[in-house]
């Protein structure tokens, strides 16, 4: 009989145990200072949704949630698990509310939210759960759960949005708890807001990298192209051109396709003009920009080494198929546009004509220009010999 009635508080204190590791309080936060929302100018009684204001509208009041300025203060929670702020006298008040959650392993479990304002969160900036109603004390306050599944050593950041209406009865009070579902008890997490974060495979994909750096003619200068990579659907690049000897940023935020060219120490661009294009040179030793070429053809070029002309690629299109049934005259003909073939031709830039170099039913590619710009090499789509030597004076095969 003994031996029964010892096994009862044993299991009870198991019991115990079991819950407070599937249960924990979340009790650090970084909180800033409290942001004033009004209510707007009323110049109709319905907006046009036909909807009337209601104080759960201000809780959609964009705020940015990482503001690196925005100066924060560390909180705990009192004994119970709730954080307590001041209350609205006047205008109302947005509190923001931020934490890290890490667990050392695989992690599906809920958030569990108690508070009697309003309130949003937030997990990795993305919102998750809302609550528009408002009860009059923090005993008769509602819960929410969210679900949250977390990978081994990652960490996520929460952020409460509390509102606090001048009407409320209770002042702006959270309380939030990690409930871990039942597989998942025994995993330990980290729950604070200034942890020390692990290197993730996000820190190899996003941030902001070099992609290609380019040197000028002389050695003087340096372009450097970056691509800041936000998330898999919001990056930038940007170009900053700088002195390598001194390492002084020239201009840190380069106009994106500039090039260098190829003699002097200038990079160029190009522009649609009323025919043709215009290139723009920018001279990095004074930051002019001038036009070096007007009206040249439209299709992309390259410079000759002296600069005084350009190889550019104009492409002619093949006979086009009309009708219910159409011909194809190779397996490659299935795919559309390629029937189009592309050649050479040389823009002189003292005369302004454009002098065709290869003419025939294959493309053509440009592969080098001679140092002297006398000779060029290219290849064709139909030669397994890819490289063949022409003279750009005679237009001759060396």
């Known amino acids: 009989m003994k031996k029964k009635r010892m096994v009862i508080p044993i299991l009870l204190a198991t019991g115990l145990a079991f819950q407070a590791q599937a249960q924990e309080r979340l009790t650090q936060f970084q909180v800033r200072n409290a942001i004033d929302v009004r209510t707007p100018i009323m110049n109709d009684s319905i907006n046009p949704k036909g909807e009337k204001h209601s104080t759960k509208m201000l809780l959609k009041t964009p705020v940015m949630l990482n503001l690196p300025e925005a100066p924060m203060q560390a909180l705990t929670a009192d004994t ?13 008040k947005i509190y923001v509310f931020k934490t890290n959650i890490r667990a050392e392993r ?47 050593e990652r960490d996520y950041e929460i952020t409460f949005k509390l509102l606090s209406a001048t009407e409320d009865k209770a002042a702006p009070t959270l309380k939030c708890e990690l409930i871990k579902n039942a597989p998942f008890k025994e995993i330990a997490c980290t729950l604070t807001p200034d942890a020390k974060q692990r290197f993730s495979l996000d820190n190899t994909v996003y941030g902001n990298r070099t992609i290609s750096v380019a040197i000028s003619p002389s ?36 106009r994106e396709g500039m090039q260098w060219m ?11 003009a009323l025919n043709g294009n215009d290139v723009i040179a920018l001279d990095p030793a004074t930051l002019r920009e001038e036009v070096v070429l007007q009206g040249i053809p439209e299709q992309g070029f390259t ?9 550019y690629y104009p492409r002619e299109e093949g006979v086009a198929e009309h009708g219910p049934l159409r011909r194809i005259v190779s397996p490659a003909d299935r795919i559309p546009n390629t029937r189009g073939r592309s050649f050479l031709a040389k823009y002189d830039i003292a005369s302004g004509a454009s002098e065709r170099l290869t003419y025939g039913n294959h493309s053509t590619y440009l592969q080098d220009i001679s140092p002297d710009g006398k000779y060029m090499v290219y290849s064709t789509s139909k030669e397994n010999i890819t490289q063949r030597p022409f003279s750009l004076s005679s237009l001759y095969l060396v």
């Open 303 to 311: 410079w000759s080494p002296n600069e005084d002309f350009l190889i």
């Open 262 to 272: 190829p003699k002097s120490d200038k990079l160029y661009y190009t522009v649609p």
């Open 219 to 254: 050695g003087k200068y340096l372009l450097t192209r970056y691509w800041n990579n936000h998330s898999a659907q919001r990056s930038r690049t940007y170009c900053v051109l700088s002195d390598l000897k001194t390492g002084k940023v020239l201009l840190s935020n380069a």
């Open 106 to 152: 695989f992690l599906k479990g809920k958030l569990k939210v108690t508070s009697p304002v309003r309130w949003e969160l937030f997990i990795d900036g993305v919102s998750r759960q809302t609550k528009e109603v408002a009860e009059d004390s923090i005993t008769s306050a509602s819960s929410r759960e969210i679900a949250i599944s977390m990978e081994p």
């Open 80 to 92: 119970a698990g709730f954080l307590s702020l001041q209350k609205a006298e006047t205008n109302h």
